[in-house]
T-cell receptor, first 110, second 115 residues
Framework: GEDVEQSLFLSVREGDSSVINCTYTDSSSTYLYWYKQEPGAGLQLLTY?????DMKQDQRLTVLLNKKDKHLSLRIADTQTGDSAIYFCAERTGGFKTIFGAGTRLFVKA | DTEVTQTPKHLVMGMTNKKSLKCEQHMGHRAMYWYKQKAKKPPELMFVYSYEKLSINESVPSRFSPECPNSSLLNLHLHALQPEDSALYLCASSQDGQGVMDIQYFGAGTRLSVL
């Protein structure tokens, strides 16, 4: 079945790079997403990548996809305290359902 | 404009009350979703409407009743809720719910407390 797994916590110092990892199980063509959720707020779509791509860069965000290993990562360059949030990896394989990971809580220390 | 608007932002209700959550989008999207999110957990899908018709009901108890009056509006009617129903309720919309290119955009949510 479909499953998305993430590590639960990541702590970095301000100015360092953050790398949040995710693995997924569905092998069919798919879009993979990264959402950010700040405390008490909804989910904000950060970026997405189609499974035939290896990399996507958008300003401070870099998404890397290893399709062979079904591994997705989100790199945040020059991490700021405002980046502290929960980051959800999600997979869409068709139909109405989006499969979310459990979320990685990013702590940024000043 | 990629905004999904949810009202109210916060709601406190007793177990005998009847209340409604509202969601609105003006992106021309034809699929709309209700999710429930408990603390420190990912969102859980409750209902999906596509072209104003209920397409998915994830075995949600009947005390939650969705309604899609038109393509821009989605309501969630609440009646006789239990304290364990306290959660953040998120609305989302997408182009039409079909295919892998269909991106969901989320509202800020309604934080519901059932006393």
């Amino acid at each position: 079945g479909e499953d998305v797994e993430q590590s639960l916590f990541l702590s970095v110092r301000e100015g360092d790079s953050s790398v949040i990892n995710c693995t997924y199980t569905d092998s069919s063509s798919t879009y993979l997403y990264w959402y950010k959720q700040e405390p008490g707020a909804g989910l904000q779509l950060l970026t997405y990548i189609f499974s035939n791509m290896d990399m996507k860069q958008d300003q401070r965000l870099t998404v890397l996809l290893n399709k062979k290993d079904k591994h997705l990562s989100l790199r945040i360059a020059d991490t700021q305290t405002g980046d502290s949030a929960i980051y959800f990896c999600a997979e869409r394989t068709g139909g109405f359902k989006t499969i979310f990971g459990a979320g990685t809580r990013l702590f940024v220390k000043a | 404009d990629t905004e999904v608007t949810q009202t109210p932002k916060h709601l406190v209700m007793g177990m005998t009350n009847k209340k409604s959550l509202k969601c609105e989008q003006h992106m021309g999207h034809r699929a709309m979703y209700w999710y429930k999110q408990k603390a420190k957990k990912p969102p859980e899908l409750m209902f999906v409407y596509s072209y104003e018709k209920l397409s998915i009901n994830e075995s949600v108890p009947s005390r939650f009743s969705p309604e899609c009056p038109n393509s821009s509006l989605l309501n969630l009617h609440l009646h006789a809720l239990q304290p364990e129903d306290s959660a953040l309720y998120l609305c989302a919309s997408s182009q039409d719910g079909q295919g892998v290119m269909d991106i969901q955009y989320f509202g800020a949510g309604t934080r519901l407390s059932v006393l």
